[in-house]
């Protein structure tokens, strides 16, 4: 009986949610952004030996909105904290929802009983598939634990009970395909850009996420139980590095869903390509989280390497991607003006363009630079494999004598 209240609970929300999702979203313009730090106050989040969730998350958040504040002046961004107090969850989803926001992003850190775990994951609103996603929710939902009446917020869930998540079943979120966008846009950004290690985009039923009426994600930065990752969390440099990844993240999602609203309208999307979402690559957990900053490094031992052998070796090559955009461009146009050598490839719904052909690590990295001073400040180095992208660390360990 006591089931079937919450299911017809659960259920008088999501008929509530759907005519106000239709009814407050044009997607036509990507023009407010709502950043969610999340914990915060007398929820302290995950506990690293040195640090508390809910410190970390605030510096990443208040960094990501002053990038996309600074670099996008027509986009609102809105806060749901920017200071060290609680928010219930459920007020979380109210301030997006009665700002009318285009996009939820909840910004947080993992931990987990094992000390050997790392990397990043985004999360999606959806029933989760796995224990590992079940009980990350369920880390993130206890924090409606903290609030003085949460069985009348939240409808009777019991966020520690198991079957609690199968109404999730009776869930579809009618933003799942943006919010998927998204949330692969934030993991290439974390793998490429900043050279974390890639757990992928997964699905879970949390909270702050089913009540929001709007696409949204919510981004694990890392893993605090893990004592090198925690460090890299708790380092400006980090911070830093995360909060620029997610802006980038955002940019992108910005110009391919206004793009394809814009082809759409105007009917030029009707022979579009399409590609379907990148599945991220599967990655081994060593425990040791990777301590590559800078996606383009330099590598001594591949410079001592002659053209020619590098080149054989399974045919890896270094290419400098500086442009990407939702519409193919002649390898000519006058936006690559001074850029030689110029290539396409697709990737994430997005056409991305490189230059340069390079046997060495090194070569690309001094490539790189050039490139950033003809004013392609976002450059950076990838690798491909027989004409297929990989990650750096594959490359290298294809070119290594």
Known sequence: ???????????????????????????????????????????????????????????????????????????NVIYTRKSDVFIELYKRAQIANESHADLFISIHCNAN???????????????????????????????ILLESDYTANYEGFDPNSD????????????????????????????????????????????????????????????????????????????QVYLASAIYRAFRDYKNKMESSVSDLLSG?????????????????????????????????????TSDAQAASRDNVFFRVQFYSSSKKLPLNSKLFKGIQDVREYSHGGLYKYTAGNESTLEKASSLCKTIRSKGFNDAFVVAFQNEMRITLDQAKQAVRP
């Open 1 to 75: 009986m006591k089931r079937s209240g919450l299911n017809f609970g659960i259920l008088c929300l999501i008929l509530f949610i759907y005519p106000a999702a239709f009814a407050q979203n044009n997607l036509t313009r990507i023009d407010r952004v709502v950043i969610d730090a999340g914990h915060g106050g007398e929820d302290p989040g995950a506990l690293g030996k040195h640090c508390r969730e809910k410190d970390i998350v605030l510096a990443i958040a208040m960094k990501t909105g002053e990038y996309i504040e600074k670099n996008m002046p027509d986009v």
């Open 113 to 143: 009983p094992r000390t050997t775990p790392y990397g990043a994951e985004t999360y999606v609103m959806g029933l989760h598939k796995s224990e590992d996603n079940l009980e990350v929710a369920k880390l993130e939902n206890a924090a």
């Open 163 to 238: 079957e609690a998540y199968i109404v999730f079943n009776m869930y579809q979120n009618i933003f799942l395909e943006q919010s998927l966008a998204m949330a692969v846009n934030v993991q290439d950004q974390f793998r490429e850009r900043v050279g974390r290690n890639d757990r992928g985009v997964k699905q879970a039923g949390f909270l702050v996420l089913y009540r929001t009426t709007m696409p949204g994600v919510l981004v694990e930065t890392g893993f605090l139980s893990n004592a090198e990752e925690e460090h890299y969390l708790m380092s400006e440099e980090g």
């Open 268 to 304: 030029a999307g009707k022979n579009r390509e399409t590609t379907d979402l990148p599945k991220a690559p599967s990655e081994k957990t060593t425990g040791k989280p990777d301590k590559s900053l800078n996606p383009a490094p330099s590598d001594k031992q591949a410079a001592k």
